[in-house]
């Protein structure tokens, strides 16, 4: 048995040896053009810088606000998201075709027993015989297909490209499931400053209603004072109740995006009643999102991989070369079959080449071709939104701070006005309706104001998002 499995081992040998050095057909990637290429800056760039090699300053970004709770929102996140847990099972499906595939590469080896009992039924002269008959058997086979012309190969690197993009989809996930918690984090702190800014209202307001009485008891106005001041405290109450409903939305969302039950958790502290100002941001040059933008490479390894699959399709219009060998024994007794004298053994080379299919072969080269050329003009695409998404968010962050200077200014008018009015109505100089208008003047300034600030740091969100930053890295962060 040694014999004849040393020169089956031998031809296996011989044979990879002469899969190694086989060719590989199909086309060689080469990564398309693209809006991105050059050196040309953002348009909007303005004060940020633009030092390419400059980006690790990216990771982790979200301590800039200097709020622990972030951080532990951060990580609750990542931790427990359901969206997050799918993508890692998506990875692990394909990190499993990829092993599937290169298993395909390596002989099929198998071991195997039988014991087969017949009978056997015939006439002789005149008489009928029936013959029992026993046989064991035992072998070892093996099965390899040559991949002559890169078949298998391609399949394999195609499969390695889809788990890497596997990868690339799961890390666009995790940064936009980071973004979208921060995103959370400061629409529930700004709504917290709302509410603390219509309680303040009512009270103010409560106050204004006080006096607008007094002074209605000492015959010095008339009820139509009062019935306006006490209006304008009702309609600042009725506020209340809506912007508290924003708030419980706020902390759903926030809920649902840490995979706990909505409205079963405390309220966050208000730990960013004033959001930080704001430092530049080195964001490199478009050419840089190519390789740092995981979605953008996700996008690219898809190309890849249908590239890979061109060189498949064109690998089956020609021979599939099989060697089948096996080596064992067969007797009709169990003791027999471990002597020598039983030895059977085989080897065959199966040469397939296919010759007429109705163009099938060559619709499939085809159809991947073309699967090539959609995925490359979404890869194109995809460059376009991502640099689009980075110019929407520095001219986003350059409106809302000019808008923002002059939220101040309206806001601290509104203020001096408010107090001004306050002071000559209990002087008898102005009217109610004055000092009401100058409330309200000033209550939509100071809304305005927390609502931009918010809105800042959201478009700042958004910017490091569409940098596409590696904000998990924990190295590049320290």
């Avoid at 498949?312 to 007797?331: C, N, Y």
Wanted: glycine share 6%; with cysteine; aromatic share 6%.
């Amino acid at each position: 048995m040694k014999k004849p499995l040393i020169s089956i081992c031998w031809l296996f040998l011989s044979l990879s040896f002469a899969m190694l050095a086989g060719c590989m057909l199909g086309p060689k990637y080469s990564r398309p053009g693209t809006a991105a290429d050059g050196d040309v800056g953002y348009v909007r760039a303005g004060r940020h810088s633009e030092d390419v090699n400059d980006l690790g300053w990216v990771d982790k970004w979200w301590e800039q606000f200097g709020d622990p709770t972030t951080t532990v929102l951060v990580r609750q996140a990542l931790e427990n998201n359901y969206d997050l847990k799918a993508a890692a099972a998506r990875v692990l499906q394909a990190q499993a075709a990829l092993a599937q595939s290169s298993g395909r590469l390596w002989p099929d080896v198998s071991y195997n027993l039988s014991r087969d009992r017949s009978k056997r039924s015939f006439s002789f002269g005149t008489g009928r015989f029936n013959v029992m008959n026993t046989t064991w058997a035992h072998d070892i086979s093996v099965v390899y297909t040559l991949d002559l012309f890169g078949k298998l190969r391609r399949a394999k690197r195609a499969a390695w490209v889809d788990m890497l993009a596997a990868e690339a989809t799961e890390q666009a996930l995790i940064n936009s499931i980071i973004a979208t918690v921060i995103k959370a984090r400061i629409d529930i702190a700004t709504i917290q400053r709302r509410l603390a800014i219509a309680r303040a209202n009512t009270e103010s307001r409560s106050d204004t209603l006080e006096i607008v009485e007094r002074r209605y008891g000492e015959g010095l106005i008339g009820p139509v004072d009062v019935r306006l001041a006490r209006e304008n405290l009702e309609a600042s109450k009725s506020l209340e109740p809506a912007v508290e409903l924003s708030l419980i939305m706020a902390q759903h969302a926030l809920d649902v995006l840490l995979a706990r039950r909505p409205g079963a958790f405390e309220s966050l502290s208000e730990t960013l009643p004033d959001l930080p100002d704001l430092e530049h941001v080195p964001i490199g040059l478009p050419a840089s999102l190519l390789d740092r933008r995981p979605d953008v490479r996700a996008a690219e390894l898809d190309l890849r991989a249908a590239n890979e699959r061109i060189g498949v399709s064109i690998a089956q219009l020609f021979p599939d070369l099989t060697l089948t060998a096996s080596t064992g024994r067969s007797a009709d007794q169990w003791e027999d079959i471990w002597t020598d004298k039983t030895e059977i053994y085989s080897a065959i080379l199966r040469l397939a080449q296919p010759i007429f299919k109705g163009g099938q072969l060559r619709a499939q080269i085809k159809a991947a071709e073309a699967r090539y050329a959609e995925l490359a003009a979404n890869y194109a695409g995809t460059i376009l939104t991502a640099m689009r998404e980075v110019e929407d968010a520095l001219v986003g962050e350059q409106m809302l701070q000019n808008q923002l200077e002059h939220a101040k200014r309206r806001f601290k008018e509104a203020k001096a006005a408010e107090q001004l009015s306050k002071r000559r109505y209990q002087r008898g100089i102005a009217v109610i309706l004055t000092v009401l208008e100058s409330e309200r003047r000033r209550r939509m300034a100071e809304e305005e104001l927390t609502i931009l600030k918010g809105q800042i740091w959201t478009t700042r969100v958004n910017l490091f998002l569409a940098l596409g930053g590696d904000w998990t890295d924990e190295e590049k962060a320290g």
